[in-house]
């Protein structure tokens, strides 16, 4: 399995925009459907966006729909969240995950995912 890192977090005012981005250490996540997922205070983690290994096909979140867009650069090695107008809901640790297998399909729920990143810290004020 690939290992991911996570970077891109930070403060950002509630209308703003943050793009976070997840590459793959000693790897290559090119051949994987990749997903974004959140977890704020309290609450368990779910599921945020995803793309297929070609990027071709994305999926969101309702909440998010309209606002956040998954991306990926092939020849980066990296897969990015766009955030635009973000709001206070969207403070939260987001992960990213690859799926289990090459050529999988891009993970939609926690048990679809086969390697984690660590997790970038996005707060939202107010």
């Known amino acids: 399995q690939v290992q991911l890192v996570e970077s891109g977090g930070g403060l950002v005012q509630a209308g703003g925009s943050l793009r976070l981005s997840c590459t793959a250490s000693?790897?290559?996540?090119?051949?994987?459907?990749m997903g974004w997922f959140r977890q704020a205070p309290g609450k368990q983690r779910e599921f945020v966006a995803d793309?297929?290994?070609?990027?071709?096909?994305?999926s969101y979140a309702d909440s998010v729909k309209g606002r956040f867009i998954i991306s990926r650069d092939n020849f980066k090695n990296t897969v990015y969240l766009q955030m635009n107008n973000v709001k206070s809901d969207d403070t939260a640790i987001y992960y990213c995950?690859?799926?289990?297998?090459?050529?999988?399909?891009?993970?939609?729920?926690?048990?679809?995912?086969?390697?984690w990143g660590q997790g970038t810290q996005v707060t939202v004020s107010s």
């Open positions: 995950g690859a799926s289990r297998g090459l050529y999988y399909s891009a993970p939609r729920s926690i048990a679809d995912v086969g390697s």
């Open positions: 000693g790897g290559t996540l090119n051949s994987y459907g």
């Open positions: 793309i297929n290994w070609k990027g071709g096909g994305t």
